[in-house]
């Protein structure tokens, strides 16, 4: 492998970097890279592998304009994790690898009628409430094992089936990337295996990086936009972090396999077999597509349970029903058909999220006025941020920016070097109450092991493609 150097780089501004496509002959587009200076002599590293892997994907079928590396860009499975690439619809393609294992992770915000100085002698016992309520770890099933009926309804429906059986409010859906429910899911193109596997999984959030947080807002950065969403300063928020669970793992692992195997019967060598894909205008890309957005519904109605369970800890500590709002939910791996220069592109984001403005009419009434929320969750015992998408993410990011802080090292590595008792111990003592049932799992998710989420953050800012508007910090950390 011919590791990629600082001279290899065009510099279009301070934070956009771009690998032309002379670099490598088999190239069809440039790869680009949102990073500062700092950032990008780290990612330029010999042991990183995630500029190679944005390199990868210019070379596949229908690639349009360039492959998009966002700041908290690391290695992923084939493609990098904060990547973005489009395919044009005619002649592209879908790849379940791209999309990702996980999909549909995502991130929900609610924000709470409470102010921190009203409750915070309460925040150690709803930590506790919330993790006993939230079922977390690896393979941990919840209270709801689905029959046949309803997995096939989550399935095809999303969180728009809770709320018709009264586990969600209408504000729920209105406040959730395309209203909870992606359309043409087709549940019958989703394995029985799958569906097992994610048969009492509904309402959980696993482990990995999967979080529930109680936080507040430290700081308001556009009054007027933030009090529309009902957020001031020092009032309680609780962010949600997690996917679709086995079933979306095994949709993934599923469609791989078979797209191998369609490329290897057709004689088509890849770059790297991680990026296995499906032609979209074939039967097969057709049947991808289709079971993704079935998973992702999965992952919809599973955040949408937990919301319910979040509220149902809230009643008990504070012995009443406490008015929950959603700010919002975004997806951060999935694949969406999108316009942008006119045209019709398979848009594929893993670890990105939508960032789409003001006015655009993909998104409901309420933030057409201001543009959609984007939520980046720091690592654990971080700051979080919720930005404001702008214009300028249409014109230069496929209307994509950052999901999160953005790993720098391993999960193996963060456990060899990290204690999670430790951790513990430090993050109680800056007053952070931790609920988790695995020292490991602290370990592996330390904030040691990630990227500062404010350099990710100034980074989108500085180039324009959103803008800050609240930050969070933790109060209280629930995790598997």
Known sequence: MTFIKQKDLVKISDYIWEIPKSFRKDMKVPARIFASKKMLAELLDEESTSIWQLVNLTTLPGVYKYSLAMPDIHSGYGSPVGGVVAFLKEEGIVSPGICGYDVNCGVRLLVSPFYYEEIKEKIPKLTEQIYKEVPSGVGEGGFWRLNNDEMNKVLSEGSKWLYEIGYAEKDDLEATESYGKFENADPNKVSKTAKDRGRDQLGTIGAGNHFVEIQKVAEIFDEKIAKKLGLEKNKITIMIHCGSRGLGHQVATDYIREALTYLYRRNIDLVDRELAYFPYETEKGQDYFSAMKAAANFAFANRQLIVYEIRKAFKKVFSKDVDLK???????????????????????????????????????????????????????????????????????????????????????????????????????????????????????????????????????????????????????????
């Open 326 to 480: 959603q700010v919002y939910d975004v997806a951060h791996n999935i694949i969406k058909e999108e316009t942008y220069d006119g045209k019709r592109l398979l848009v594929h984001r893993k670890g990105a999220t939508r960032a789409f403005p003001k006015d655009n009419p993909e998104l409901p009434q309420k933030y057409q006025e201001f543009g959609q929320p984007t939520l980046i969750p720091g690592s654990m015992g971080t700051s979080s941020y919720i930005l404001i998408g702008q214009p300028l993410a249409m014109d230069i990011s496929f209307g994509s920016s950052p999901h999160g802080a953005g790993r720098m090292m391993s999960r193996t590595e963060a456990k060899k070097k990290i204690k999670g008792s430790e951790l513990k111990k430090e993050l109680i003592e800056r007053g952070i109450s931790v609920a988790a049932g695995s020292m490991l799992g602290l370990a592996e998710e330390a904030p040691a092991a990630y990227k500062d989420v404010m350099q990710v953050v100034e980074v989108v800012c500085n180039i324009g493609i959103a803008k800050k508007l609240a930050q969070l910090l933790p109060l209280g950390v629930i995790k598997g």
